[in-house]
């Protein structure tokens, strides 16, 4: 696998559900985020992990829990969603520099298209 | 805070001819840099070009091209000799040096005809 990998690609979950997203970059990068695609908006960005460490949660309901086991590895674990989650979920990866500073643009993958009945 | 606009919702192009998609940004920072994202209708976000604030040079890569303007806080994307391959929506988004936090604009969809 090259690139940035997620699973599964479509996924339709009822309100009650618990269900993971998972994504795996394989380019050696040490900072992953989650992102939001709803149709007609901007992409939102959900939460940052630099080394593992998440250092940005932009305001997300709890109901989306982020974990970043490895600097590899991010899940996205929902549970109890409601209809308007509906929406493509976009992992990147991008590079961190150090001291903090981030020069490098962010390698996408394919999306887990989410449908909340 | 860092804003990005693109205030093109649609654009057609015929084929082998030459588009421009209009991208201005807001930011109070002097270290940030500036992405074209190509998304083809299979949704794999591709980055087509990237332009660091810093440098006076515009960015090339192959038919693809910026005009930077960094007083006027612009960045349109020209695309050189369309392809079929290039229908897409094109998102221009920006980036903070310091805080990594990537803003993107509301995506302009392009249909190359044949």
């Known amino acids: 696998e090259t690139g940035v990998t997620q699973t599964p690609r479509h996924l339709v979950m009822g309100m009650t559900n618990k269900k993971s997203l998972k994504c795996e970059q394989h380019l050696g990068h040490n900072a992953m985020y989650w992102y939001k695609q709803s149709a007609k908006k901007p992409l939102e960005l959900m939460f940052v992990y630099n080394f593992k460490e998440q250092t940005e949660n932009n305001s997300v309901p709890s109901r989306f829990s982020p974990e970043c086991p490895n600097s590899s590895h991010l899940f996205l674990h929902l549970h109890t969603l409601q209809p308007e989650d509906s929406a493509l979920y976009l992992c990147a990866s991008s590079q961190v520099g150090t001291g903090g500073r981030i020069s490098y643009e962010q390698y996408f993958g394919p999306g887990t298209r989410l449908t909340v009945t | 805070a860092q804003t990005v606009t693109q205030s093109q919702p649609e654009m057609s192009v015929q084929e082998a001819e030459t588009v421009t998609l209009s991208c201005t940004y807001d930011?109070?920072?002097?270290?940030?840099?500036l992405f074209w994202y190509k998304q083809p209708p299979s949704r794999q976000m591709i980055l087509v070009i990237r332009q660091e604030a810093y440098k006076q040079q515009n960015a090339t890569e192959n038919r693809f091209s910026v005009n930077f303007q960094k007083a006027a806080k612009s960045f349109s994307l020209k695309i050189s000799d369309s392809q079929l391959g290039d229908t897409a929506m094109y998102f221009c988004?920006?980036?903070?040096?310091?805080?990594?936090?990537?803003?993107f604009g509301q995506g302009t969809t392009l249909q190359v005809k044949p």
């Open positions: 988004a920006s980036l903070s040096g310091n805080t990594g936090k990537l803003i």
């Open positions: 930011t109070s920072e002097s270290n940030y840099y």
